[in-house]
């Protein structure tokens, strides 16, 4: 790996890390060093495949399907094999037993991507999508964020060695619908420079920010409700609650500047990089967020 790429998979690691932190609290118990190991390798699966997707996605033949193979997916669009070898390495640490649950879910995670791109034209101008009448609605890209949030973070756990109850399972679909959520709003401009079109992006173009924080909150109480409804105890879940609250906590943050440029210019100024993008380094921006922390978790 260049710099370059270290430095990526530092940003994954220390974003999966959150979700690991989020997952022990949940169960009262830390990652085992074998655990580690397999969350090291996939964060670098994670942007490695991210980063093959977005070079290979754009010049894909839209006739291939990829659906359920990631690793012919991997031979084409990888010519260094490091995917591939990352991959491998989960599939040897990994017992039998939760190879198949892994996969299964690989195989969601993977087919939202490469699909999201070559069915639904995710690299489509974001323009495209705000045209009356149009093939995008705020349907349709719930669904994508809440499939690729959801599926990632259930990839994750999967590689956890306790087993995953169907009230878990559903509460983790729901906070890593939460996350994506969260990702595409601190990413609004850089979608956008992208041609990437997001349940963010797509409200914003239309000015209707009320609506993306009344939608975000909802998600936050979806989300809430559903660690709560798991099987796990008050204490443990209140805990993870409180990781969860931190992440909502900065986004809120960001949400709360969108509707200020909304009100200072009547609508947002979604090209001017300056003005978009929140940068939580600064301490005034610091301080929101401590207030955002101080409220109690609904």
Not at 77 to 84: C, E, K, S, W
Not at 180 to 188: E, S
Request: overall charge neutral; charged content about 25%.
């Amino acid at each position: 790996m260049d710099s370059k790429e270290k430095c990526r998979l530092r940003h994954y690691f220390y974003g999966t890390t959150y979700l690991a932190v989020l997952m022990c609290c949940l169960r009262n118990q830390p990652r085992s060093r074998h655990e580690k190991h397999l969350f090291t390798n996939l964060s670098a699966l994670a942007y490695s495949f991210d980063d093959l997707v977005d070079a290979f996605g754009r010049d894909d033949d839209p006739g291939v399907l990829w659906q359920n193979n990631p690793e012919a997916f991997g031979l084409v669009a990888d010519q260094r094999g490091l995917a591939t070898h990352l991959l491998h390495n989960i599939y040897v640490a990994l017992p039998g037993e939760r190879l198949g649950q892994f996969r299964a879910y690989m195989h969601l995670v993977f087919n939202v991507e490469t699909a999201g791109r070559q069915e639904f034209g995710i690299f489509l101008p974001a323009k495209a999508s705000t045209k009356e009448g149009g093939y995008w609605d705020i349907g349709i890209l719930k669904k994508i964020m809440a499939e690729k949030g959801g599926n990632s973070v259930l990839l994750f756990r999967s590689v956890l060695s306790h087993p995953l109850s169907e009230k878990e399972e559903k509460a983790l679909y729901q906070f890593g619908c939460l996350i994506q959520f969260c990702d595409d709003i601190f990413d609004l401009w850089h979608d956008r420079q992208a041609g990437t079109v997001t349940l963010t992006s797509f409200i914003s173009e239309r000015g209707e920010i009320e609506l993306l924080v009344k939608i975000f909150e909802e998600q936050v109480a979806a989300t809430n409700l559903a660690l709560r409804n798991t099987d796990y105890a008050c204490v443990q879940v209140e805990t993870a609650l409180h990781a969860v609250h931190y992440l909502v906590s900065i986004s809120r943050v960001c949400l709360r500047h969108y509707l200020d440029l909304k009100h200072k210019y009547g609508t947002l100024p979604l090209d001017d990089r300056t003005a978009i993008v929140v940068d939580m380094a600064l301490w005034a921006n610091r301080f929101r967020a401590v207030r955002y922390l101080l409220r109690p978790v609904q």
